[in-house]
Every structure is written in structure tokens, then in C-alpha cells.
């Protein structure tokens, strides 16, 4: 198998992954839409093997890792592009998926992220995550706000990633950027939060809260007078307090909902979709930590749907509700309606057609 003859057409083709799979030929996605990479061979067993090899070289820690947990997260650089790579194992055979990072960051003002969202990041201390399934354009917006930060305010940030996908320079401010993982420089995210207390920095980004401990490390930076920023593998705000809420003793929460509605300043959940011109349209969803939403944080009872109620009513203070930018898009003439249908709970027709109604008259006047 030719790694880089496979890597030359994902970039001339502007694929966003790579996938190389026993059996199967070389696939890449391209706009969402799976495509075999043009005149490719089957990929074999010896082909996997020999790939594990190439990229793994050897290494002991990467060696190790992979056959104890049965996976590994690692970088690689091809013609001065950066992958992240995945290698796990099907029916015992190394498989693997290739993420491809452009070298130039979109402008933050081109990817479609609220304004909102860039204006919090001058608060002095907090917490704001950048949440998402797979797939949503997540490290994008984060590394598009930590150059936004770098270009525009004075401070020390300091980034924990696993592996780090965009390299920053310093530029106004002072960048530190951590890989996380064995044989790093920190062994796991909430190692890499707690020391960073004792690093002097202004702002933590963290590349994925995955668990309580990490999680606590977080909402301690955060109580310490820092700005965490960091993601979340969740597809909306509501289920994002949720999910954090949930790391947690049913006997811890109510202590986690007091701090959660103090420290917390805002979420921003993300959906791509393939527009009508098929390229790929952010949808968001925004959620500004303001008194109310405070309150139903706090409540013994946390209901999603007090969370989207609040949402959908805070306009004024920056809030975007999931169905005002899917009704947003679709007058915009960017998605179909049959796609912003899609996204939505039946129950939610109504107010969505009652929204484009609303914004049709709003643009005709």
C-alpha cells in the first residue's frame, strides 16, 4: 500500500478523513459523501500490518498503548499537513482513520460561530465549552477562538490535546500547547488541568472533558479566576448541563449545580450539515449562562425543556435557539426544509414553521 499516494489524492481531492479498512478499498470522505480513493487496490491483512508498522515505528509507549487498550490516538505530518490518526482493531486487524487539518485556520468570522461566542472569551474567569457530536467542526472552533485570542488579547494560554491537531505561535499572547496521552507531556487531561494551576496561565483550553475527574479539575481552574474553555461530546446545550451534572454522586449534584450556575458562562452546541451548494453549513445552538438559566441549573429537577424554553426567549442577550438557525438557514436559502426537519423533534414542527414564517416576513420588510 502507497500511504503517501493515497495522502496526495485526500489533499487534492480536499478530503476531511481517510479511511483504510482490511477488505475494503481506500475510502475518503469528502463533503460527507464516502468515496473510494480513484484506481486503489484492496486493502489486505499484510497491507494493515505493514501500516501499523509505518506508523506506530516502532515506538514502545505507542506500542504499548495500542495492544493494552486496543487503540491509539496519535499525530503525523505528511507534506507539512497534520493527521490525527486513529488505529484501532477489527476481527483482530489493524484498522485505521486519518483526519486531515488544514494548515490555515478559517477566519473565525467565516465558519458561522455567533459572535457571541468570541466576545465571551474576553471574560476574566469561567467556564465555556464547545460541544458537539463526532464530526461537527468542534477543534475547528476551538482552535479558530484560541487564534482569535492569541491575535487579539494579552494572555498566557495553555492548551491540553490529545493528539494536538492545529500548531499555534505565539503571537500577542503566549501559547503552550500539551499533547496528552503515555509517553507525552502530560499522562491524561485532568494531570495536565491540575498542574496547570502551578503554570501561571490565563486561560486552559481542554481538548475533551471526558470524565468526573477532569471535570472537577475544570470547574477548580475555572473557581481559581481562570477562563476554561473546553469541549464536549454532546448534541445540545440542554443535554450538555446533563451530561456534566451526571459525572456525579446523585448526593454530589446538588453541591456540582450551585457551581455549575456560577461558573458556567456559556455552551455553544454545533451540527454541520451539507448545504444545497454542497459544502458543509454549521448549525448552532447558543446558551448564555444569565440568571434564568442559572436558576434551572440549580433546580432538584433539571428539565431540558425549561433549558430550550430559555434559550429560544434570551435573544436579546446573545442565546440562539436550535430552531431559530435551522429556520435562519433555510430563509437564507442554505439548507432545504426537509433537512432542518430533520433535526428537530416532531413535537417542534409547528414553532419551526411558525419561525420561518416569522423571519420570511422580518427579510421582506
Known sequence: ?????????????????????????PM???????????????????????????????????????????????????????????LSLSDDIPLCTLRLIKNELPPYEALGVPDIVRRMTYQPQGLILVTGKT??????????????????????????????????????????????GKGKDSLSFSDGVKNTLREDCDI??????????????????AESGHLVIGTLHTKSCAETIDRMINFYEVRD?????????????????QRLLQG??????????????????????????????????AIQSNAEIGSIGLINSLAELFVQGKITLEQAKAQIEEKNLAI?????????IKHDK
Do not use: W
Open 253 to 269: 449534584q446538588a453541591s456540582v449545580k450551585y457551581l455549575l450556575s456560577a461558573l458556567l458562562k456559556l455552551v455553544v452546541s
Open 135 to 180: 464530526n461537527s467542526g468542534k477543534s475547528t472552533t476551538l482552535n479558530a477562538l484560541i487564534n482569535h485570542i492569541n491575535e487579539n488579547q494579552n494572555k498566557k494560554i495553555l492548551t491540553l490535546e490529545n493528539p494536538v491537531e492545529y500548531k499555534h505561535h505565539s503571537k500577542k499572547s503566549l501559547i503552550v500547547q500539551k499533547e496528552v
Open 1 to 25: 500500500m502507497n500511504l503517501d499516494k493515497i495522502l496526495d489524492e485526500a489533499i487534492k481531492l480536499d478530503a476531511s478523513d481517510v479511511h483504510l479498512i482490511c477488505d475494503n478499498k
Open 276 to 309: 444545497i451548494d454542497g459544502k458543509l453549513v454549521l448549525v448552532p445552538e447558543v446558551m448564555v449562562v444569565d440568571n434564568v438559566v442559572a436558576g434551572i441549573i440549580r433546580k432538584e429537577k433539571l428539565s431540558v425543556s425549561e433549558i430550550e424554553d
Open 28 to 86: 475518503l470522505r469528502i463533503a460527507r459523501t464516502l468515496s473510494p480513493v480513484p484506481d486503489s487496490k484492496i486493502l489486505t491483512q499484510e497491507d494493515m500490518n505493514e501500516l501499523y508498522d509505518y506508523l506506530v515505528k516502532g515506538n514502545v509507549d505507542k506500542d504499548e498503548v495500542f495492544n493494552t487498550t486496543r487503540k491509539l490516538d496519535m499525530s503525523y505530518e505528511y507534506k507539512d499537513i497534520r493527521l490525527r490518526v486513529n
Open 352 to 360: 419551526l414553521n411558525r419561525t420561518i414564517m416569522q423571519l420570511k
Open 204 to 221: 486552559l483550553v481542554i481538548g475533551e472533558i471526558r470524565d468526573k475527574v477532569t471535570m472537577e479539575a475544570a470547574i477548580e481552574m
